[in-house]
């Protein structure tokens, strides 16, 4: 399987010259199901590489992004496929965390901030303080995927609840093996990993799971590197950690994926069953906020625009893409300059179609 990074670079291969009505086309509804990048040159890759470069805008600037690990592969990617058309505009693209990014946009710091896991409250309100408006977008929809290790034949699916007896603050020092999670599971020692408390990931795990965002046991492996996590549970049978579904599809073969019970029958983290809105509670939005004083910028609004006009990228990076008919309802909200959060304070699982129905009309 392609490391992110030369995904990224293939990616931007694939997508040069894709136009939106091929987006729209390619979203099929939502219902695309998600398969790893193998690196072989596709009939698609071969026709854009025979394109002729597009030409030079004359914009100049920069377009500074931070936050979300898990977002920041697709805003790469699309930000090394707008340089071919736009070579004096420069994006770099940091990865501080979900928390940490919203730090700095709210600061007025930067002009994008990536995001696993839509605004909080609080946050909204320092922005507020600092002056900073925002433009809220969704750009993927992501299944927080559970896994463990290869050699775990136990533990095909689990209920929500089973996942709480692991994560909860009340089972630190005190639920260690896996026969405590159920009578009939080994006597196997239980390895837990996951990211950092700074990530929005943690964060909407532990608010799926547990019932509030940062509450949750605190001894595990945490890092805001999702490869580490991956490692932990590859190297330890009874580890078990979580992260997007991108980085599962990427360790798919040295991974195994849990099926979900969220109180319907058990799950898996399918294309269709994360769009769809199935996969619950796991299901989740990803996002960019946009500075709506950035977006007056010139290069800043381009960037938006082709961002959209891109799309396709989600795909090749592992997430899903939206379903059709959203797209042009938050290209509405981008030439409307719509500020405000409609994601805030959504319970975990809702379909991405459903709150976009409520708001984008």
Known sequence: MMSKKNINRSVVTFVAGVTLAATLASCGGGSTPTTPTTGATTPAETTAMKDPAPAASNLSGNVTIDGSSTVAPVSKAVAEDFAKSNPGVKVPVGTSGTGGGFKKFCAGDIDISNASRPIKKAEAEDCKKNGVEFVELPVAVD????????????????????????WSPDAQGKISNWNQIRPDFPDTPLSLAGPGADSGTFDYFTEAINGKSKVSR???????????????VQGNKGG??????????????????VEIDGGKGCVAPTAE?????????????????VSKKSLARPEVKAFVDYYFKDIQV?????????PADALPKILERVSAVKT?????????GVPIAELLAKDLK
Request: with cysteine; hydrophobic share 40%.
């Open 143 to 166: 299944g927080l995927t559970v896994v463990v290790n290869n050699e775990n034949t136990w533990a095909k699916c689990l209920t929500t609840a089973e996942l709480k007896t692991m």
């Open 218 to 232: 605190t001894d595990f492996q945490p890092s805001e590197d999702d490869n580490i996590i991956v490692k932990s």
């Open 273 to 289: 069953n994360i769009n769809s809105g199935k996969y619950s509670p796991l299901s989740r939005p990803l996002l960019i906020y």
């Open 240 to 257: 078990l950690g979580f992260f997007g579904v991108a980085y599962y599809e990427e360790n798919a073969k040295t991974l195994k994926a």
């Open 340 to 348: 405000g959060s409609t994601f805030m304070d959504a319970p975990a």
């Open 314 to 322: 989600v795909k090749e990076v592992g997430y899903i893409p939206l």
